[in-house]
């Protein structure tokens, strides 16, 4: 965004021109049907302000949901080794 693109290409940058690149975008990169089920999703709408991005509400990763909550935990985890042996 800094560098003067919009935020639709933004995160078309993050999404379908990587999986394009590589090669993957018959299964990756976009929503449709067929495709892989890796999505985030936000509380507000990234078009109108890119920083929206950084409000994840919840992940569908390989069609699991993981709510919030399930992300804190899984970021506490990954930050707090001793919380895994707990």
Known sequence: MEAG???????????????????????????AVGKRADLVL?????LSDIRHTQRIRAVVLAGRLLQRADLDTLLGAATDPQASAR
Do not use: M
């Open 5 to 31: 693109v919009s935020p639709t290409d933004a995160l078309r940058a993050a999404t379908v021109w990587p999986a394009e690149f590589l090669g993957v975008s018959d299964r990756s990169g976009s929503i």
């Open 42 to 46: 936000l509380d507000a709408n990234p």
